[in-house]
Structure formats: C-alpha cells, structure tokens
C-alpha cells in the first residue's frame, strides 16, 4: 500500500521524532515511535520515522535491541532520561475510589482506552530541571542545585522554592515541548468537554497555557489560587543598599491554574447528558463557581502528613476537585500525583481518582500520605460530598 505523502515544515518530522523519544521511560519499539509522532505531528510516513533513526544512530539514538530505541538525552535541555524496566515500578495502589499508579505518564497514558477520564487536576513538575534525578538528589540532601531553601522566618521553616529565573531558553523549550505532547497524549483519554486544570506560576504559564492550546485543547480561562507566597518583591542582589525603594519584580501573591477544555459534542447541555461534563459544579445551587479561591500557604501540620516541596492545602484542593465534575460523576486523573494530595482531595469529596506519579520517593509518600490527607480537617471544617 502506497504511503500518503504529507508535507510539513523543514524538521517538523525530525522534531517530533526527538520530542516523543525524549518524553519517555522507555525504549520504544519503531511502531510505538511511529504512532507517537503520529499524535504529535499527524499522519507521518513510516519510512521518514524509520530513515531518521537509522541515519541517526548511534550519535542521538541507542538501540537498545532489535527495533527497539531509545535517545541519548533530552536533546539541548542537558536533562537526563532514566530507562527503567519493567520491574523498576511498584505495583497499582488502592485507596478508596482513589488508584495511584507507578509510572512514566507519558507511557501510561498511551496504554489507556480513549474517553477514559472526566476531568485532570494536576501541579506537574513545570520547572521540569529542577525535578530531574540530579537535582532531587541535591534538594534531598540539603544542599547545592537550582533549589532555593528559605530561612527559617518567625520559627517555621519554610519550604523548598525552586529558581524558576535560572532557566535557559533550551530548558524553557523543552518545558514547551513536554506540555505539547503530554496534551497530545492526553486529548484522546479524555471524554469531550473534560476540563484540564494544571498548576502554573506567574513566570512560566504562559508556556504552559500555549502548549495546552496548540494541542488541541480550548482555554477557558485561569483559576486564581489568592495566596501570599515567597516569590518576588526583593531589592536589586547586592545593591538592597543603593536601591532600597526597589523591587526587581513584585511579589507574587496570586497562583494561576490555567484551564482548558476537551471540545464538548453539540451543545454544552447535549455533552452534560451524555458525558456529564462540560461545565464546573457550583458550590451551592445560587453560586455559581468563580475562577479566585482564596488559600493560606499549605500549613506545617498538612506537610507532615506529605512531605512534598510542592504540596497544596486540601482546603484549595477539595473546592477545585468537586467542581471539575459538573454531575460529580465520572474519573479525576492527576498525571503528575506527587505526594497523592489531589487523590486525597477526591476521596474527601466522594469521587473516583487516579493517579500517575513516576519518581519512586514520592510514590511511597503518596502511599502513606493519601489516607491521612483525605482524614485531613483543614480549619476543623468537614469536607463536603
């Protein structure tokens, strides 16, 4: 059978090729590598897919074994991606309604059915450097890396902030390029008019936001999480002296959550019918859902309970969680579940979840964790179902 001849920009086949090689765990076999560029690029001759690998291995391939590759680095990002085999991942956990899966998200997700998940609710590793093996290994012990660890500020130790300016524009396009073909893995998991609500910061959603959009998604907005952080708002390094009335940038007090939206069929009461989604769930029946929730920092007592450097309070989750299913019906999928508190988030409010976290440290907190953050009484308030 005669191959479809398709056109495309110089590079963009080579270009998506190194995209989905860089993004996984694993060697892939040429049929997976095919498929995945597929996704990506769109229907793509299998003879380009193949003639690249062979003209380019062994400089930025390894064969691994007969049709099977896998690159040598995350190609101009300097980051490293670990090969583990089957044996490395723990076994699914349950807790509840909640599943949490060891696992490559970016493999995961291509073994899932199509229309499978009704909304994601997730905080992934959007500085991605400072989440590679080496720089975990530094932050672990205290010292050295691109982790800034805060004093400690009225007897609390504050938690570990990563140094989001120090990136270089080739690890800026690869945060691009990880949010594009996650979504594009993504989009055909979900079920028309889910919503896809990621975590951001006010340096970086911007990539964020157009990776999502490029991929297929539609923006609906941003959720505003209002809370004082540590970011921002001091004088000129060195020089706080000479220029004491200044602020090199202010500080941030605000958090983003970008949302987009999988493309409803017909109209958005024709989509709730079918797949109950489309919409947010209101917190009462004469409220509508409104995009700023107001949050205190994650508090001492909740990060003993989930020792991560990114936690978020269960008192912001649960709110965002209940209302990403409009019908409370259907999966909330965390690709990037850390410490489990998204998962703890829908076990407190009543919904099935699953979960995908990939570094082996967080997993077994995530394990330890999920049940006592779903106990969890913020404020001595009661989550609702």
């Known amino acids: 059978m005669k191959e479809t001849q398709v056109r495309y920009p110089p590079g963009r086949v080579r270009d998506g090729i190194i995209e989905v090689m860089s993004l996984t765990s694993k060697a892939l076999s040429v049929k997976e590598i095919e498929e995945r560029v597929n996704q990506v690029v769109g229907p793509t001759p299998a003879s380009s897919v193949r003639s690249y690998l062979r003209l380019n291995t062994p400089e930025m391939f390894v064969r691994e074994d007969r049709g099977f590759y896998a690159v040598r680095s995350a190609v101009g990002a300097g980051i490293q991606r670990e090969l583990p085999t089957a044996d490395d991942w723990a076994a699914p956990a349950q807790f509840g309604k909640a599943t949490l899966h060891h696992a490559d998200c970016f493999d995961w997700l291509e073994q899932q059915r199509d229309n499978s998940f009704h909304a994601v609710v997730t905080d992934p590793p959007y500085g991605l450097h400072e989440y590679s093996a080496e720089q975990q290994a530094k932050l672990r012990n205290g010292k050295g890396g691109v982790w800034r660890i805060p004093p400690s500020f009225d007897g609390h130790v504050r938690s570990p902030l990563p140094r989001f300016t120090t990136l270089t524009s080739e690890q800026l396009e690869y945060l691009r390029t990880f949010f594009f073909v996650w979504a594009r893995l993504l989009l055909p998991k979900l079920v028309p008019g889910a919503h896809v609500v990621v975590a951001a910061n006010p340096l970086l959603s911007y990539l964020v936001s157009g990776a999502l959009a490029d ?86 007592a909740e990060r003993e309970l989930a020792p991560h450097p990114s936690l978020k309070p269960q008192a912001f989750l649960r709110q965002l969680v209940r209302a990403v299913l409009p019908l409370g019906d259907g999966t909330v999928l965390d690709p990037f579940a850390g410490a489990g508190s998204t998962l703890a988030a829908a076990e407190a409010v009543g919904y099935a979840s699953v979960g995908v976290e990939k570094d082996e440290h967080f997993f077994t907190i995530a394990c330890e964790a999920i049940p006592k953050l779903t106990r969890f009484s913020p404020n001595g308030s009661h989550p609702s179902r």
Not at 215 to 222: F, Q, V
Request: proline fraction near 9%; charge should be positive.
């Open 215 to 300: 991929a297929g998604l539609e923006r609906r907005g941003e959720v505003v999480r209002l809370t004082m952080t540590m970011r921002g708002g001091d004088r000129p390094k060195a020089a706080q002296d000479e220029f004491p009335e200044i602020s090199v940038m202010p500080r941030s007090m605000w958090e983003p959550w970008v949302v987009y939206r999988k493309p409803i069929e017909g109209r958005v009461q024709d989509n709730l019918r079918k797949w109950h989604t489309g919409g947010f769930r209101r917190p009462c029946e004469d409220k509508p859902f409104g995009d700023v929730i107001s949050s205190s920092p994650t508090r001492k």
